[in-house]
């Protein structure tokens, strides 16, 4: 029996009439642990990552952390590719599971892609593309999706912040083929609303590179500054976006911790979203991505 093995099956709970998947209690802390096992071991099975070889990846931060965890078990190398200005909690989890931790420049997930990219051409090393891998969201169809049909039955709509995508498109797909009426909605910081069609608003920028501009907000994990290629392919069965200000996402993260959750903002965003539609659908279903101990830097609880 392995750790990995304690990944998915997470419970359910419910809060003020909202059906909550508690993804935060994967082993790692985080719903990216999903697609860090299943992203490797299919991988592995197709010949891309053979022994002795690296995992380069960019990340915001829990990606970085799930696949630098499952690479531990595994007995691979990992480099993770960071913006600067995330939690320092991200690098030191990254560094305890005894990954390299690289940092692109503050505040762009796109140039940590960018140097991940260059990176993966070195021979033995093997890159996931989290924001463009079809095994992100198949994962999510057949894992956490297949869950929570199990858990609930029929599902009016489904909440769920949009980082790479893959949890939102993955499980709308699986609840779609119980319910073809079932609601996708996809939330996103009010500072950075690309989905939303607002633009960037009145905040500090961080640079323009290429033709990305990275905006400055404090729901990690979600509103990376660019439309991930899992969202592009599949924006059609998007059906509505809800775009939550930081501070709003960070209330709602020391609410939940005063109820027992200790979770992050995206959580936060992701509970106060579903709560805005409650009297609109029946039966909503959302996740908390991950625990909050990675931001206790960030002097969010205090």
Known sequence: MSILNCIGNTPMVEIEGIKIKLEHLNP???????????IVEKAEKTGLLKKGYTIVEATSGNTGIAFSFVAAVKGYKMVAVMPQGMSREREQIMSGYGAKVLFSERGCVKCAVGIAEKLAKT???????????KWNIEEHEIGMGKEILEQTGKVDCFVAGVGTGGTLIGVGK???R???????VAVEPDECAL???????KHKIFGLHKGFTCADHRIEGIGDGFIPKIVEDNRKLIDDVIAIKSSEALE?????????????????????????????YKNIVTLFPDRGDRYLSENIFG
Do not use: T
């Not at 021979?123 to 891998?133: I, L, S, T, V």
């Open 178 to 184: 119980e319910n073809l009426n079932v609601q996708l």
């Open 123 to 133: 021979p033995r090393h093997y890159m996931p593309r989290q924001f463009e891998n």
């Open 28 to 38: 790692s802390g985080s719903v990216k642990d999903r697609i860090a096992k299943y």
């Open 195 to 201: 989905l939303s069609g607002k633009g960037y608003g």
């Open 252 to 280: 709602y993260s020391k609410k939940l911790a005063k109820l027992g959750y200790f979770v992050g903002p995206s959580s936060g965003a992701n509970f106060l979203a579903a709560l805005r539609l409650k009297k609109k």
């Open 174 to 176: 699986a609840l779609m």
